[in-house]
C-alpha cells in the first residue's frame, strides 16, 4: 500500500512538473508561432530581445493593421496629412500611421497632433482593439464598463488578464491575447483562425499545425468533462 502512495505522489509530481514545463514552452514560443502564421514578420522579430518589455503604440498598431486585413491599403496610402512626430516612426511605417490619421474611425488617432509610437498601452486598452477586430462594439454588443468581462466570457482574457486590466501590455501579453483571439468566434459567429484564414492573413497549415482551428469554447467543454470524469472516478 505504501509503495502503490509512492508511486503515485510521484506520478502527480511528474504531471505538474511536466505541465510547467509545458507552459514555459508555450509562452516561449509563441513568437515563434506568429511568425509561422505570417503575423508577425521574421525582421520585426529579430529586433526584439525580450518579450517581456512593454509593447510601443507603433508596434501594437502594425499587428492591428495587419490582423484587419488593411496592411496593403495602408502600405500604399499617400496622404499627406500626417504628425509632428513622424519622423519618430520607422520609414517603412510611415504610411501605416498616416492611414491612421486618414482613419479616424479605426480608434488610433486620438485628434492629437502627435502619434507618440513609442508610448506604452494597458492590457485593458488593447483589449478593447481586439475586441473590435472581432466584430463587438462597445455599448451595443457589451457595457463599455464590463468590457474585460465580456471579453473573458467569450474566452479572449483569463482571470489573471482581467485583474491586471491597467497593467503595462507587454509583447508577450499581445502575443497570447492574438492566439486567443484565434480561437474566438466573431460576432458573426465565425471563428477568428477562418476570418484570417479565408483573408490569406495567416497560414492554414500552421493554424491546423497548432489547433487554431478548434474554438476554446471547445477545448474548454472538453476540460469541463474531463474534470467532471475525473470527479465520478473519485
Known amino acids: 500500500m505504501k509503495k502503490f502512495m509512492v508511486y503515485v505522489c510521484l506520478t502527480i509530481f511528474a504531471l505538474f512538473t511536466f505541465q510547467g514545463t509545458y507552459t514555459k514552452a508555450n509562452t516561449d514560443s509563441d513568437l515563434n508561432k506568429l511568425v509561422e502564421l505570417g503575423i508577425v514578420k521574421e525582421n520585426e522579430k529579430q529586433k526584439i530581445k525580450n518579450v517581456n518589455e512593454p509593447m510601443k503604440k507603433i508596434d501594437a498598431y502594425i499587428l492591428y493593421i495587419r ?29 501605416y500611421v498616416n492611414y491612421a490619421k486618414a482613419n ?3 480608434g488610433w488617432d486620438k485628434k492629437s497632433d502627435t502619434f507618440q509610437p513609442r508610448a506604452t498601452l494597458t492590457i485593458k486598452e488593447f483589449t478593447k482593439y481586439m475586441l473590435d477586430l472581432l466584430g463587438y462594439i462597445p455599448d451595443r454588443d457589451y457595457l463599455a464598463e464590463e468590457q474585460m468581462e465580456f471579453a473573458q466570457s467569450i474566452y479572449l482574457l483569463s482571470k489573471q488578464e482581467v485583474e491586471r486590466a491597467n497593467s503595462k501590455l507587454t509583447i508577450k501579453d499581445a502575443y497570447a491575447m492574438i492566439l486567443k483571439a484565434m480561437k474566438v468566434f466573431n460576432k458573426q459567429g465565425q471563428l477568428f483562425s477562418t476570418v484570417l484564414e479565408n483573408k490569406k492573413i495567416v497560414n492554414g497549415d500552421v493554424v491546423k499545425k497548432y489547433n487554431l482551428h478548434i474554438s476554446s469554447e471547445e477545448t474548454n467543454a472538453e476540460t469541463k468533462e474531463i474534470d467532471m470524469e475525473v470527479e465520478e472516478v473519485k
Not at 490582423?67 to 502600405?75: D, V, Y
Open 104 to 106: 479616424p474611425k479605426l
Open 67 to 95: 490582423l484587419a486585413g488593411l496592411e496593403s491599403k495602408a502600405k500604399s496610402f499617400r496622404g499627406k496629412n500626417t504628425y509632428k512626430d513622424i519622423k519618430q516612426i520607422p520609414k517603412e511605417y510611415v504610411p
